[in-house]
């Protein structure tokens, strides 16, 4: 299986800063044939579903701020996000789903300071 | 619009069996893989399984199961219906958690991240 690692745990932020958070893959989800990296983020709020938020690594879904950006490829992937609102409080997961067997990250837990 | 509507919650006992049930509208619910994905008490999201409704079901092929669920839990689909499903044949109190069905996006030969979610099915087993 591959193994996504979420770095860090958790992490706070004061309103109007930059968030980071780090997704690193056992193995690539580079796929060279469509050149797209497979791995999609998503932000999990309590009593919700969680949500997609990118796909293919960088790819903003429709209606998504633009305040997240995501970025990297081949093994090594981060979600931005510029300028923290309050409502951005969530649990945020990378997903790879390159291989027949779907991973999850850990999960990071973002929240004000 | 699509939505993916899940049965309501259930509690059950250690050894009981149990089938819940994930209903697909406002799409072609054939034309789209389902996953399964289980999130324990205070714990992150796995991955449990799988499927394409419009495969056969003899064509196993088209349902991947986590080691971590393999033997454990069973997909199923009613295509006349649009209805996917995840079954316990004998439960576990390790087994009480939410469990969400979620779309796998595609289009043109490109999958994407899981696009729609069910809100998703609370299962408690008491010992």
């Known amino acids: 299986d591959i193994v996504l690692t979420q770095s860090p745990d958790s992490l706070a932020v004061s309103l109007g800063e930059r968030a980071t958070i780090n997704c690193k893959s056992s193995?690539?989800?580079?796929?060279?044939?469509?050149?797209?990296?497979?791995l999609a983020w998503y932000q999990h709020k309590p009593g919700q579903p969680p949500k997609l938020l990118i796909s293919?690594?960088?790819t903003r879904v429709s209606g998504v701020p633009e305040r997240f950006t995501g970025s990297g490829s081949g093994t090594d992937f981060t979600l931005t996000i510029s300028s923290l609102q309050a409502e951005d409080v969530a649990v945020y997961y990378c997903q790879q789903y390159d291989s027949d067997l779907h991973t999850f990250g850990q999960g990071t837990k973002l929240e004000i300071k | 619009e699509v939505q993916l509507v899940q049965s309501g919650a259930e509690v059950k006992e250690s050894g009981e069996s149990l089938k819940i049930s994930c209903k697909g509208s406002g799409y072609s619910f054939t034309s789209y893989w389902i996953a399964w994905v289980r999130q324990m008490p205070g714990k992150g999201l796995e991955w449990v399984a799988k499927f394409y409704p419009g495969a056969s079901n003899a064509m196993d092929s088209y349902t991947k199961y986590s080691p971590s669920f393999q033997g454990r839990v069973t997909i199923s689909v009613d295509k006349s219906t649009s209805t996917a499903y995840l079954q316990w044949t004998s439960l576990r109190a390790s087994d009480t958690a939410m469990y969400y069905c979620a779309r796998h996006y595609y289009d043109s030969g490109n999958f994407g991240g899981y696009d729609y979610w069910g809100q998703g099915t609370l299962v408690t087993v008491s010992s």
């Open positions: 293919w690594a960088s």
């Open positions: 193995q690539s989800v580079f796929r060279g044939s469509l050149n797209k990296n497979y």
